[in-house]
């Protein structure tokens, strides 16, 4: 297969009040034929997200919204292109776009398309059916600040198990009160 498939760099800029530095990104291949739609869902769990149910919009650098529009209710910004039929084949090499999940927490992303394409072959032995991503780095913050299971923001943090990793079941040789011989 040629090199056909777009290669989008994707930093995680900004989201629950707060601007991230140095920003977290991935990049993510993706075919020209497939959705706006198909993207996000990639960049959502690119970026460990698990409570989908958040509207999301692209904004493209001539200022076109691009979002799945029968999530809007007939609400959707004037001129937003449904993201469920809206072909990544929009996209030129270089081209910049914003995506923002969740329109209250308003988690923002730069997106950047690589210069050049990619084969989809050379890089994963197949041809995945939706957008994935082959390189990431940084930290990703939690979708809703949380730091541990539990967290309400205002209690303190649960204190660390004094022998490192005895609070776990002794499953592998390293865990456990006991560590196994």
Do not use: N
């Not at 904004?59 to 919204?65: H, I, R, Y």
């Not at 394409?117 to 032995?125: Q, T, Y």
């Not at 939706?130 to 780095?137: R, T």
């Not at 609070?167 to 390293?174: A, E, S």
Request: proline share 8%; hydrophobic share 35%.
């Amino acid at each position: 297969m040629a090199r056909t498939w777009l290669s989008i760099r994707v930093e995680l800029v900004s989201g629950h009040g707060a601007d991230l530095w140095p920003r977290p990104g991935r990049i993510l291949a993706a075919a020209r034929t497939h959705s706006f739609a198909q993207l996000a869902e990639a960049i959502d769990r690119s970026f460990a997200r698990w409570d989908l149910a958040h509207l999301h919009m692209f904004t493209l650098a001539d200022g076109t919204g691009v979002s799945p529009l029968d999530w809007w209710d007939g609400e959707a910004p004037d001129g937003t292109l449904d993201g469920h039929t809206a072909k990544l084949s929009r996209l030129q090499a270089g081209e910049q776009f914003a995506y923002v999940f969740d329109m209250g927490d308003d988690w923002a992303h730069l997106c950047t398309v690589g210069d050049k394409r990619i084969d989809p072959l050379e890089e994963f032995g197949e041809t995945p059916g939706s957008p994935v991503p082959y390189w990431g780095w940084g930290s990703l913050p939690d979708q809703y600040g949380r730091r541990w299971d539990g967290d309400d923001g205002e209690s303190p943090m649960p204190k660390r198990p004094a022998r490192g990793l005895s609070d776990l079941p002794p499953i592998l040789p390293w865990w456990g009160d006991r560590r196994r011989s």
